[in-house]
C-alpha cells in the first residue's frame, strides 16, 4: 500500500501493514519511492501520513482510545 508524506508529498510504500493498523503503534516502517532505486526503509510518524487521495489515516487505526464513549 502506498501512502503520502503530508510534509512533502512523497510517496511511501507501507512496509508492515499490521502496523499501520494497530492504534498503539505510532509510527511504521516505510520506504519513500523517489527515483528508479529502491530507497532504504525508514520510519515514519503515522501523523505525518495519509492517501494518496488526501484523506487522513482512519482515527481507529491512529487512537488507542476509539471509540470514545
Known amino acids: 500500500m ?4 503530508k510534509t512533502d508529498g512523497t510517496l ?3 512496509l508492515d501493514m499490521q502496523a499501520l ?7 511504521i516502517a516505510g520506504q519513500t519511492q ?5 530507497q532504504n ?3 515514519f510518524d503515522k501523523a505525518q501520513l495519509k492517501f494518496p487521495s488526501g484523506e487522513d489515516l482512519p482515527l481507529c487505526w ?3 482510545n476509539y471509540p470514545k464513549d
Open 2 to 5: 502506498f501512502l503520502k508524506d
Open 41 to 43: 526503509p525508514e520510519t
Open 12 to 14: 511511501v510504500e507501507i
Open 21 to 27: 493498523i494497530d492504534p498503539n503503534k505510532n509510527s
Open 62 to 64: 491512529r487512537d488507542v
Open 34 to 38: 523517489a527515483g528508479q532505486e529502491e
